[in-house]
């Protein structure tokens, strides 16, 4: 059946990717070759080349990447990820020389919480989320587990960290929510052993923990603010601190320098170096608008050391002058809309909640926020003079694309939000959409904006607006299960679509004279323009509703993705799926050929930007 993928389809390749899934605690590290970064976006694992930005990809996992770990000598990654209520979550050890799987190992329910290696490679400890709540012992020569235990008391609450000893491989640490104990693993019985740590008077809920060099202490950050010392041998808490000021909203990240200090992350976006019996701050900094720090990486022996936050972004510190510089940004909600200027392919533009960001290649050239609103979609005019852009405020917002300055702001546009936005060729009319279902015309220009006619037939939202090249029409699609060819000169319908989905995404062909469309009910349609009689009708996914189209400009491929979180890339003429791209782990909200035909852009709702080599030369 067309739609399905058999065995003749070929895999996309995927060029390069946007984005860090800042949410996953300590998953930004630096590997001991000191050259690459290692980070999880979606479910792949990305290794960067720190200089030149050169990525690999690690492919396996079906879901979300939910820890990280890379053993002492950099030959193996590890990675857990989560998955659905009722199913087990795999972790799988990488080979990072040849950055295929070594193996796949599958015991713990719904998620992998935090992985360690063990000093000397030979075990691999892994803890299960709060549905699993076990540790275990993995040999990493045999791929066999040797042994488990359930993490925590039941009358404590959730183990969230773990870390080994940098000496022994029989010892290892575990902390939570109210527990922290020391464990020995005893091979030959094929049994670990837990010790509880004596805290006193003492409650804490522990959400990172380093061991020392030497193997005397480790130490823990805490949601309450402070640092914990503990002894390793005698299981004894001995100092914590500081005792006064305490970090706002918690310690979320930790790492150990090799001369003994202490840094710290917090949730409010502090980065501190800390030392002493009391903790004392030496440096501190703040960094604005970053979210939680989630991860500090040392580069060596920390004269340089990255950090990693719930924003998606990744900043390059300097150890001794404890200045820092933006060096990866990206969404960190979910991608509504992508758009490349008109016969551009070197510069996007992407949205979503409280900004648009236009970028350059990978990099973010611009940076456009509008606070606590969700841009739901953006164009380029055709002379790229100024980006118009629909929000769900009900105003149409127009930014000069190289300051970023709004240039107009059309108010109460639509009283259910704006949804969809197009504008025509000549650059003096924009056609909008909005959730009450109307579809209204403005007649703009820098200096004026009036509406010339509002046409109401939709009875949903409208979700996708296309523009013939003549300026004489426009097609329309909505939630309603209508898609409608409006004449722009006398503003009545000419032609109506009518499917028993919602549609969410319609296109013509580059000849005007057929349309394509695609929706809830997994189906993509071709229509005759002139009198909206279907020609076809093929399926478009397994799963899912397809939400975004993009057809070649020479018109002879188009590419699909939605909520099977696949990107295909299709023949027009047979119907037929001739590549498909993993990599996606959210759905997919739209994706664009680039006009030069050279890669596909995609974006969804994890925030991941997707880049992949379009597989067809042009005949154009």
């Known amino acids: 059946m067309a739609g399905d993928v058999g065995a003749d389809v070929q895999m996309l390749e995927l060029k390069s990717v946007i984005g860090f899934n800042g949410s996953v605690h300590a998953g930004l590290k630096v590997h001991p070759d000191r050259e690459n970064i290692v980070y999880p976006l979606g479910n792949v694992v990305i290794i960067e080349h720190i200089q030149t930005h050169k990525q690999s990809f690690l492919t396996g996992h079906t879901n979300d990447v939910s820890c990280l770990a890379i053993s002492k000598s950099g030959r193996y990654i590890a990675s857990g990820q989560i998955t659905h209520m009722g199913f087990k979550a795999d972790l799988i050890i990488w080979n990072y020389e040849t950055k295929d799987i070594y ?165 409010d976006g502090t980065v501190a170096l800390i030392k002493g019996e009391k903790f004392q701050k030496v440096k501190s900094t703040k960094i604005q608008h970053a979210g939680e720090i989630t991860s500090i990486a040392l580069r060596g022996h920390g004269h340089q050391f990255f950090v990693g936050t719930s924003n998606a972004q990744t900043y390059r510190f300097n150890f001794a002058e404890f200045t820092f510089e933006l060096i990866n940004t990206c969404h960190y909600k979910p991608v509504r809309d992508i758009v490349f200027p008109f016969g551009c392919s070197d510069i996007f533009a992407t949205c979503s909640e409280n900004d648009i960001r236009i970028w350059k290649g990978t990099k973010e050239a611009l940076r456009i926020t509008v606070p606590n609103i969700t841009c739901h979609a953006i164009n380029f005019m055709q002379d790229g003079k100024y980006i118009i852009s629909a929000w769900n405020d009900g105003k149409i917002r127009a930014f000069l694309p190289e300051s970023g300055r709004l240039l107009y702001c059309i108010e109460d546009a639509h009283n259910k939000g704006v949804t969809a936005i197009a504008s025509t060729s000549d650059c003096m009319r924009i056609v909008s959409g909005g959730g009450e279902g109307q579809v209204r015309v403005w007649k703009v220009s820098s200096t004026s904006q009036r509406m010339e006619e509002a046409m109401k037939e939709h009875k949903g939202s409208v979700s996708s607006i296309k523009v013939r090249k003549n300026n004489e029409e426009c097609i329309s699609a909505s939630s309603d299960g209508t898609c409608i060819i409006w004449d722009l000169i006398r503003f009545v319908r000419i032609q109506v679509i009518f499917a028993n989905t919602l549609f969410m995404c319609v296109l013509y062909h580059p000849d005007e004279m057929q349309v394509i469309t695609s929706g809830t009910d997994r189906k993509i349609g071709y229509w005759e323009s002139i009198n909206a009689a279907q020609i076809r009708e093929v399926e478009g996914s397994q799963s899912g509703s397809v939400n975004g189209m993009d057809i070649a400009s020479d018109g002879e491929y188009f590419a699909t993705g939605g909520d099977d979180k ?44 997707l880049f992949w080599n379009y597989p067809f030369k042009s005949s154009r």
């Open 103 to 267: 193996c796949r190992l599958s015991l713990h329910k719904v998620k992998v919480q935090s992985l360690a290696f063990s000093p000397n490679e030979k075990y691999l400890l892994s803890l299960g989320g709060q549905d699993d709540g076990c540790v275990v012992i993995w040999d990493v020569k045999t791929m066999t587990s040797i042994c488990g235990s359930p993490a925590a008391l039941k009358s404590a609450g959730m183990t969230y960290c773990v870390a080994y000893s940098n000496l022994n491989d029989n010892i290892f640490v575990t902390g939570g929510d109210r527990t922290l104990r020391v464990w020995e693993l005893d091979r030959a019985n094929r049994k670990i052993r837990p010790t509880d740590c004596t805290m006193g008077q003492l409650k804490r809920v522990v959400r990172s923990i380093e061991v020392s060099e030497d193997d005397k202490f480790f130490y823990c950050g805490t949601t309450s603010g402070d640092v914990l010392q503990v002894s390793v041998d005698k299981q004894l808490f001995r100092h914590y601190g500081p005792a006064k000021n305490k970090y706002s909203l918690g310690i979320t990240a930790l790492a150990l320098v090799k001369t003994g200090e202490i840094l710290v992350g917090a949730g």
């Open 566 to 609: 696949l990107i295909k890339v299709w023949n027009y003429k047979e119907a037929e799926v001739t590549h498909v791209g993993i990599g996606h782990s959210g759905f997919i909200n739209r994706l664009k050929i680039c006009p030069n035909q050279k890669i596909i852009v995609s974006v969804s709702d994890d925030g991941a930007i």
